[in-house]
């Protein structure tokens, strides 16, 4: 049997397996972040009766670049206040990226944004199946990028090939 595993990108057998993934997933604090969307992805609801825009948003600059938070914006749901809200958020992201008739998914992506993040406790029931509590981060305003005075401007302006939330 061959150990090479070309298309998973490492080799399993030479590889020692973590015990857990805790502190991995670490909430961002409540701030002002520049962003990037790095995917947009349309997905359909548990239950089959509706679907939402997922756009995976990483920090560009700062001690949390690179770091991930995720928005929800609904577009079919049995809930019409959902889906105001849901298309009301995509109308501001879409006036701060200045796209209001993109064509497809790229067209969401690769464009920085300001986002105001505020960290909510959740609940929710584990792998064990027993309640468990959480921090999440969650973007509560998006703006348009525009430099603030305060933004240190090398960190902005240099030019390279690998885009800030693969650094």
């Known amino acids: ?10 080799n399993p057998q030479e590889t020692e397996a973590a015990e857990s993934f805790r502190g991995k997933q670490e909430a961002i604090p409540n701030g002002r972040y520049q962003a990037i969307a790095t995917s947009a992805v349309r997905k ?18 700062g001690q ?18 959902a889906v105001a809200i849901g298309r009301q958020h995509m109308k ?39 309640p468990a509590e959480g921090i999440n981060s969650e973007i509560v305003k998006i703006d348009p ?5 305060s933004a240190p401007k090398a960190s902005t302006e240099q030019k390279t090939s690998v885009p800030p939330w693969k650094r």
């Open 92 to 130: 501001r992201y879409l006036d701060c990226i200045g796209k209001l008739n993109p064509q497809d998914e790229n067209d969401l992506c690769n464009i920085v944004v300001w986002i105001e993040i505020e960290c909510k406790k959740s609940t929710y029931t584990n792998r064990e199946g027993k």
């Open 1 to 10: 049997m061959s150990s090479n595993n070309e298309w998973l990108g490492f």
């Open 145 to 149: 990028y525009v430099r603030e005075s």
């Open 64 to 81: 949390y670049e690179g770091k991930t938070v995720i928005h929800r914006f609904n577009m079919v749901n049995p809930s019409e206040e």
């Open 44 to 61: 359909h609801t548990k239950s089959g009766k509706g679907w939402f825009w997922e756009l995976t948003f990483a920090v560009a600059e």
